[in-house]
């Protein structure tokens, strides 16, 4: 079964730090492009970032408003993707769903259930 | 950066056509997915390319793109549709590389 299992949510106060997994079955990881998108609380669909194969190069990009602060990285060893977050704000509370396309297409078509962070004082 | 406009809700009736749209400057020479979302629940994927639906997706669901507008369409509506549907296009000119819409609420009535 194709899955994607996020983990590593919390409760954590401004300016701490999180790391979230995001764990892949089913499909080819290591060809994959992974991404992380969020969603705040009624509030709609927003793309965080993602990372490339090793094979197309492994390299990153991020969202404005999270770069310099998130880091997204794999372990295709272990098939699972992460994202570091560094100097968290109020605004970065949301659910983090991790997705991909398996085809290597540009469109989403698994994504995980997603892990929620509040990030509270 | 690249901008999705959406309309915050729409509403039909069950059995009709419920149509969505997603404008964005010269959104035509892009690529548009559509995804749909029920509460509490991750988004699926419904439409792919402008107008491919992904194995699973019922006939009823289709996508169009031209101009600066792009459409999906969903016919005979049913009960199990309402949901939050978002069009997402890759852009690399922006600041998000990827860029979702707003998101419309369909309501069947």
């Known amino acids: 079964e194709v899955q994607l299992v996020e983990s590593g949510g919390g409760l954590v106060k401004p300016g701490g730090s999180l790391r979230l997994s995001c764990a892949a079955s089913?499909?080819?990881?290591?060809?994959?492009?992974m991404s992380w998108v969020r969603q705040a609380p009624g509030k709609g669909l927003e793309w965080v970032g993602r990372?490339?194969?090793?094979?197309?190069?492994?390299?990153?990009d991020y969202a404005a408003p999270v770069k310099g602060r998130f880091t997204i990285s794999r372990d295709d060893s272990k098939n699972t993707l992460y994202l570091q977050m560094n100097s968290l704000k109020t605004e970065d509370t949301a659910v983090y769903y991790c997705?991909?396309?398996?085809?290597?297409?540009?469109?989403?078509?698994?994504w995980g259930q997603g892990t929620m962070v509040t990030v509270s004082s | 950066s690249y901008v999705l406009t959406q309309p915050p809700s729409v509403s039909v009736a069950p059995g009709k056509t419920a149509r969505i749209t997603c404008g964005g400057n010269?959104?035509?020479?892009?690529?548009v997915h559509w995804y749909q979302q029920k509460p509490g629940q991750a988004p699926v994927l419904v439409i792919y390319?402008?107008?491919d639906r992904p194995s699973g997706i019922p006939e009823r669901f289709s996508g169009s793109n031209s101009g600066n507008t792009a459409t999906l369409t969903i016919s005979r509506v049913e009960a199990g549709d309402e949901a939050d549907y978002y069009c997402?296009?890759?852009?690399?000119?922006?600041?998000?590389?990827?860029?979702f819409g707003g998101g419309t609420k369909l309501t069947v009535l």
């Open positions: 997705t991909t396309d398996r085809g290597g297409g540009d469109a989403f078509d698994i």
């Open positions: 010269n959104i035509g020479s892009k690529s």
């Open positions: 390319y402008d107008s």
């Open positions: 089913g499909f080819t990881f290591s060809n994959a492009w």
């Open positions: 997402q296009v890759w852009d690399s000119s922006s600041d998000h590389l990827v860029v």
């Open positions: 990372i490339k194969s090793k094979t197309d190069g492994g390299t990153t």
